[in-house]
């Protein structure tokens, strides 16, 4: 399975999402998935607050190339920034990328609203357009459904997708968390090279040293290491050293020259290097995040 699609479903699938996801359905009414950037699909068809109007229109495929159409440039777009789309309907629906380091793994998508109150001769348009690719809907219901969509001003839905990208910061902490502490269904001589490197990151530590506590060649333990965890041995060292520096970085009398040592590095140039690729900012950055 892609490394990023396996990823995004784990975080999917993980209590903070599934917390973060009933809470915001509540509070806003709306629905809220979170995707992969390699998977193109319905998000929210058969799921909580999906739009009325919108699971009506998916019951035919000729109606769901439109929406389809509109997924992949949501998909495509928010490799680059957050990012909108309004379909034929003018139902507008959102997604906020989702970093492991400075890499998009996935976004959180949102939507299915309408920015302003439709007027009835959109609402006539609206139904007889869906009428003409054939949903089966009488014309009343299909008012109904299209009537039921939330309607919220620019300035809300904006600060919607302002909440949503400060979640996307923590489930890009909690990525990097799963990448050092994936355990699940791996082999016994993996496990054992993860906590030898957990033990021992704060010294020197090199492949050839972990291959001998593991009684493996280090040839063998590097391709065994990628096959099973997705990362090179010298990645998973960096990430468990920067999960290390982030806990020394919440204490506000610590400097960062201190930490650099005492995870592992042994140059701040190369630690802010791969602080910032791991993380996504800087370890000053990072040290500015709220994290209650």
Do not use: W
Not at 67 to 83: G, I, N, S, Y
Not at 84 to 105: F, S
Not at 175 to 189: G, I, K, M, W
């Amino acid at each position: 399975m892609n490394t990023n699609k396996a990823m995004v479903e784990r975080l999917a699938a993980s209590e903070l999402f599934q917390d973060y996801e009933r809470a915001f359905g509540t509070v806003t009414g709306l629905p809220l998935a979170l995707q992969p950037v390699e998977v193109l699909e319905l998000p929210f068809q058969g799921k909580r607050h999906e739009n009325a109007f919108c699971a009506v229109m998916a019951r035919k495929s000729q109606s769901c190339t439109g929406c389809l159409q509109l997924q992949d440039k949501l998909r495509r777009d928010v490799r680059e920034k957050v990012t909108t789309a309004t379909c034929v309907h003018d139902l507008c629906e959102a997604a906020v990328p989702v970093r492991v380091g400075d890499q998009v793994i996935g976004f959180l998508q949102t939507g299915q609203i309408l920015m302003k109150k439709p007027s009835p001769a959109k609402v006539r348009k609206v139904v007889a357009f869906a009428r003409k690719l054939g949903v089966e809907e009488k014309p009343g219901a299909l008012r109904h459904a299209y009537l039921k969509t939330p309607v919220l001003s620019p300035e809300t839905f904006h600060s919607t997708l302002q909440l949503l990208t400060i979640f996307a910061e923590l489930l890009s902490i909690k990525s990097n968390q799963v990448l050092v502490a994936q355990t699940h269904a791996e082999p016994l001589t993996i496990t054992t090279a993860k906590k030898v490197i957990q033990d021992r990151y704060a010294g020197e530590l090199s492949l050839g040293q972990v291959a001998h506590e593991v009684h493996l060649s280090p040839s063998y333990l590097c391709k065994l290491f990628r096959s099973v965890t997705g990362l090179t041995f010298t990645e998973f060292v960096s990430r468990t050293r920067v999960e290390k520096a982030k806990s020394l970085l919440l204490d506000p009398n610590l400097r960062v020259s201190e930490i650099v040592y005492t995870v592992g590095f042994q140059s701040l140039t190369h630690f802010n290097r791969v602080f910032k690729r791991v993380a996504g900012k800087s370890p000053t950055d990072y040290r500015r995040i709220p994290l209650s």
